[in-house]
């Protein structure tokens, strides 16, 4: 597997012998993802609670896990508001 990484865009791209993935904007599909499991454990969570015992507990904690999930938003944000680029090297160094 080969990764290619493009300083000056938001852009990756993996090769798997004559495949690629080539994913763009990274950390808008990283926000994505983490919204699409933020819904699905909620979901599972409120499906749990109609039920009693152990599968009510697991709810609860699927709760507690969207909760955390929570938190992984703005840090995305904020990574990719904050990402640090290497600047080229000039001839003059101090």
């Known amino acids: 597997m080969y990764r290619e990484d493009k300083q000056h865009s938001d852009e990756t791209t993996f090769t798997l012998g ?30 749990c609670f109609f039920y009693q015992g152990s599968i009510k507990e697991a709810g ?6 969207g909760s955390l999930q ?14 640090l680029k290497q600047l080229p090297s000039s001839s003059q160094e101090f």
């Open 60 to 65: 609860i904690w699927l709760f507690v896990l």
């Open 18 to 47: 004559r495949e690629e993935l080539v994913i763009h904007r990274r950390h808008e599909l990283a926000s994505t993802v983490n919204d699409l499991l933020l819904g699905l454990w909620f979901t599972i969570g409120s499906v």
């Open 70 to 83: 929570l938190l992984v938003r703005p840090v995305i944000r904020l990574h990719r508001q904050l990402t």
